[in-house]
Each structure stands twice: as C-alpha cells, then as structure tokens.
C-alpha cells in the first residue's frame, strides 16, 4: 500500500498547495503535488415547465492562461463551508450566484474532479425550480468579485451544444446528461 512520507506546504491561501514525498507499493519513493481546497457542491437547477436550466459565466483565470478567453459557461458551483452540507451548499450557491430558492435537490452521485492533483470531491445535484423561485439577481456573493452572469437556456439548447461537443464545463456536462437520462421528455 503507497504510503505519504512528508509533505511540504508550497502555498497556503485559497487552496492549500503540497509536495508529497510517496512511497509506493513496489517501495519506490517519488514526489507528487497535490491541492487541496476541500469538497464543493454543484447543481444544474431546471425548469420542467419551461424546459430551461440555469447557468453560469464568469471568468476563470486557467483558462485564459491556458489560451481561452477566461469566460467559461458552468454550472453552479460551490465550496463546502465548515459544518455544512452538500444540500445546504448546493442551495447556497444557487441563490448568490444565480439568486434562486431551491428546494428538493435530485443526487446525482458525488466525484473526484482530477484526482492525479486535487483532494477536490464534488457533490452533483439536479434541482427543479420554477419562475417565481427566482427571487434575486444572482452574481455572486459580496465581496468575492466573481462578476457572473445567469444565463437560462432552453434544455433543447443545451442538449444540442452537448451533442455538438460544445460544453466545455465538466460539471455541467455530466449534469445535463444525467437530466437527459432521468428526464428525456424536457429536451424535445
């Protein structure tokens, strides 16, 4: 079984960054980095009336390094407070970031999101809401300078951009598919 002989904290800010000495089980030793920020909770909230989900764009600072424009179209998307629950987290962040009330949350099934670096495991939720759920513009919590945008698009929309290849965000893909599986009829 590997076993981590030390680690040695690089940067302790937002996210805690590690170099990790490993023994592994053949009894080579080796380092790895590892980040570190906790579990986050994550949900697509839809609309079965209208047959719209709602999003999210902001600007993500990898992916302009990484050569995009830094705007990314994701699904809502949260870290776990201390003490919190997914749920509670799930519902959080869907009111600063996209100002709406949610109440029941259909678990989609909880991930590792690339664990060859992070400790990072995701919650995923579908919820439904409706018109009146939303009670407040969105954006992001104060002081967090997140700048969003909500976006609402029609399910059609996104199961087309899905089928196209176009959803850039791993959140929100795994999210639509499994809408799509649990309720084909919204995206006809």
Avoid: C
């Avoid at 079984?1 to 990790?20: C, G, H, P, Q």
């Avoid at 989609?108 to 009146?132: D, F, H, K, Q």
């Amino acid at each position: 079984m590997a076993t981590i002989l030390r680690t040695e904290v690089k940067d302790d800010s937002w996210a805690t960054f590690l170099r990790a000495e490993v023994r592994l089980d053949d009894g080579t030793v080796v380092w790895r980095q590892i980040e570190d920020h906790g579990r986050a909770a994550v949900v697509l909230p839809y609309d079965p009336q209208r047959r719209t989900g709602l999003l999210v764009q902001l600007f993500r600072a990898p992916g302009l390094y990484a050569g995009g424009s830094g705007l990314m179209v994701e699904a809502i998307a949260g870290i776990i407070d201390e003490g919190e629950t997914a749920k509670v987290a799930a519902r959080r962040e869907a009111m600063e970031e996209a100002g709406v009330r949610l109440d029941a949350l259909e678990f989609v099934g909880e991930v590792w999101t690339t664990p060859g670096i992070s400790t990072e495991r995701m919650s995923l939720y579908l919820a439904p809401y409706a018109a009146a759920d939303r009670v407040s513009a969105g954006g992001g919590a104060e002081g967090e300078h997140e700048n969003i945008t909500v976006l609402e698009r029609p399910l059609a929309e996104l199961g087309a951009e899905l089928e196209a290849g176009r959803v850039g965000d791993m959140k929100l893909l795994v999210l639509i598919q499994a809408l799509r599986l649990r309720r084909p009829e919204l995206f006809a």
